[in-house]
């Protein structure tokens, strides 16, 4: 469970396929049935021997990936949201910065079968010491002045770097600091950026 971005092995040409096959049909399929969309509408895509495929639509952000693309958006985000949502989008111009960023997910132990929540979790502040991390919290709660597990999916430690794989190992050096009982997570997140693969 994680994310990168951007994700340099995927050709603009793969994109722009993407955006022509699946996303603008989708589209004009909902306008043509009276039911335009204003809002984020999150796509999960496959890539597939015959091309392109999707697989669902949410009417929301992605998680974990919003993690990684928010933190790169040049722009007024919050602008941009509710222009979306009167309809106003095309006067709004967001951009991606060119940094890199990759989104490690932190969850407890047993998710995502039965598992226990009220854990102490620790190293928060020193993984975020610097301006190339940051920790969104997800199944988390207080408890006086603790933060603790309280859900299966935990936390969501993103890292930022001039290049995917350099924001893969600040993610990963991040996680090294944080603890709570049980904490499991993913290893394999961005081993394509690395090894440049599909």
Known sequence: MGAYSPVPQVPAAIVAEILETCVRPTARAMVAAGRPYQGVLFGGFMLTPAGPSTLEYNCRFGDP??????????GDFAAACLAA??????EVELGLADQAAACVV??????PEEYATGYRISGLEAATAGDEVM?????TRREGDAVVTAGG???????????PAAAVDRAYAAVA???FEGAHYRRDIGWQAREARV
Do not use: D, H
């Not at 990936?65 to 040049?74: D, G, K, S, T, Y």
């Not at 999916?153 to 290049?163: C, Q």
């Open 85 to 90: 949502a009167t309809g106003r989008l095309a």
């Open 65 to 74: 990936e919003a993690q990684v693309i928010l933190p790169r958006i040049n």
């Open 177 to 179: 600091q944080i603890g």
């Open 135 to 139: 920790v969104f919290q997800a199944g």
């Open 106 to 111: 932190m969850a407890s132990g047993g998710y």
């Open 153 to 163: 999916r935990v936390l969501g430690v993103t890292g930022l770097g001039a290049t």
